[in-house]
């Protein structure tokens, strides 16, 4: 086993080339792990964690690091050669561009004059500084950084308003403007619906899920997931509404969000004067709203209530499931009973939450609906349900739409747990997600039905995403899984194997 690790001194890079440099690191032959990271405190503590932090010597918050775990030092060199020539560029056409660009705002402002959307990716306690100079040069700002302060969060979206911008953020991993994506985005059709989503995989879902129904999409929106809260008041939720009101090419507007605050809800739900569907996952009061609202509370009635809207209508979404489930629990041992769900998307895993609660009872998890209700209180037959894409999670490694090695992990440790009856999967593609997750997931799939227990799939994506939809789904089934029209029909499709209830994949939500 070699271990490299190599320094470049001020070599400032964001976190999306980043994500991209880990995942030429860990699509190397004969890597068992590895990392591009900015020598920040907590990323050299992480290091230390792996036992090589020591080696990245007296590296500083601007230095990049690459480290590498591999087979040999030969496959070690090949992987730190991969990541150098995704970050820095590896042929002559793009060395001259990266020489040639600029290192500031107001550079690439002055070399692209009709830009209108700033995208900023840098740490949190910097972000606030380079989206209010975005904001000063007459721009639009995706705020793709985490970790801002909520005061400045305030802040920055009061001052938008009152520019008549919008910061998309913080947070933001999903936009699409005019047709072209931010961030994780699937490839859509144009068309008469507008989103405003502060939810990113809750906002993929529902673009994705309208596009193969047959509806296109003008603009995605997405507004952070403290929007909606009290503190921030929908402040960016509020113009992204009005903004879309006003444009001719929308004819419909879809809010997606988690439980918002219910003022700033009921508040926002009198503001546009287009027909509109507010998709909050697992509300359960009932809102005061205008009359052109309507209010659901899962992604999948969204779209569907959406689609009414502009005179479509939503395909067969259980079609033989109720068959496939039925034909399964007929040889399923009577002792598996629990449910484990190992999502990607946090918005996909709190859906589900929501969902199977209603059928299952408590379920136990990371992001649990009930507080008590953590992974640490779980008893061995407790279902538990785990949004991988969180920080517990994702310190040290990519996010698992990037880099599916998480999952495989967490899907072989159910080959030795005869109380499952069932794992829960989403397999997102897009742009921004890894090229093959499908295929890089079907042999620990194989692993688990193998054992005894179900697995239960849903692809998130369209035919146009680079990866192919019905080609993941394809590889999905052949690996034995089930998939399913929606993620929301997952969610029921697992619970109705852990109940032996086939009939409950119908249940209307």
């Not at 402040?235 to 969000?257: G, K, N, P, W």
Request: proline content about 5%.
């Amino acid at each position: 086993m070699s271990t490299r690790v190599t320094v470049r001194k001020n070599s400032y890079k964001d976190s999306v080339r980043l994500l991209e440099a880990t995942r030429a690191i860990l699509g190397s032959p004969g890597v068992s792990w590895g990392w591009a990271l900015m020598a920040t405190p907590a990323n050299l503590a992480t290091l230390e964690e792996q036992g090589i932090a020591g080696e990245a010597g007296e590296a500083a918050a601007n230095d990049l690091v690459l480290a590498v775990r591999a087979e040999d030092d030969a496959a070690a060199t090949a992987a730190l050669e991969s990541a150098e020539a995704t970050l820095f560029a590896a042929n002559a056409g793009e060395d001259e561009a990266v020489a040639q660009s600029t290192t500031d705002l107001a550079g690439a402002v002055a070399e692209h004059p009709d830009a209108n959307v700033a995208i900023v990716s840098v740490p949190g306690a910097y972000a606030a500084l380079e989206t209010h100079k975005a904001l000063s040069a007459g721009l639009d700002v995706l705020l793709f950084s985490d970790n801002v302060p909520l005061a400045d969060e305030i802040e920055l979206k009061e001052r938008a308003r009152d520019l008549g911008r919008l910061v998309m953020g913080p947070g933001a991993g999903t936009a699409m403007i005019a047709g072209a994506g931010l961030g994780f985005a699937n490839r859509v059709a144009a068309g008469p619906v507008g989103i405003v989503a502060a939810a990113g995989t809750g906002a993929q879902e529902v673009m994705s899920l309208l596009d193969r129904w047959g509806v296109g999409v003008s603009h995605v929106i997405g507004v952070g997931g403290r929007d909606l809260s009290p503190e921030v008041g929908g402040l960016m939720a509020e113009s992204a509404i009005r903004a879309l009101d006003a444009d001719d090419r929308t004819q419909a507007i879809l809010l997606v969000s988690k439980p918002p605050a219910r003022d700033v809800a009921e508040r926002l739900l009198k503001v546009p004067s287009k027909p509109t569907v507010a998709a909050l996952m697992g509300l359960r009061d009932e809102l005061s709203t205008a009359d052109n609202v309507t209010v659901v509370n899962t992604l999948e009635q969204g779209a569907i209530r959406t689609l009414g809207l502009i005179g479509g209508s939503a395909p067969d979404l259980v079609q033989d499931l109720a068959e496939q489930v039925a034909s399964l629990i007929t040889g399923l041992d009577p002792n598996r009973s629990k449910v484990v769900g190992l999502y990607s998307g946090g918005t996909l895993c709190y859906e589900a939450l929501t969902i199977s609660t209603d059928h299952l009872g408590p379920i136990h998890s990371n992001v649990p609906l009930d507080k008590s209700l953590t992974v640490g209180t779980a008893a061995p037959d407790a279902h538990l349900f785990l949004d991988l894409g969180e920080e517990e999670y994702t310190k040290g490694r990519p996010h698992p739409m990037i880099d599916p090695q998480a999952r495989i992990e967490f899907l072989e440790r159910q080959v030795d747990d005869d109380r499952v009856a069932a794992v829960l999967l989403d397999v997102v593609i897009g742009d921004g997600a890894h090229e093959d997750p499908a295929g890089t997931l079907a042999p620990a799939i194989e692993k688990v039905t193998a054992s005894g227990a179900a697995v239960v799939a849903y692809v998130l994506g369209t035919e146009r995403d680079p990866q192919g939809f019905e080609a993941q789904q394809e590889t999905l089934r052949r690996a034995g899984a089930i998939v399913t029209e929606t993620a929301a029909r997952a969610a029921l499709a697992a619970s109705a194997i852990a109940l032996r209830d086939p009939a409950l994949v119908a249940t209307e939500l």
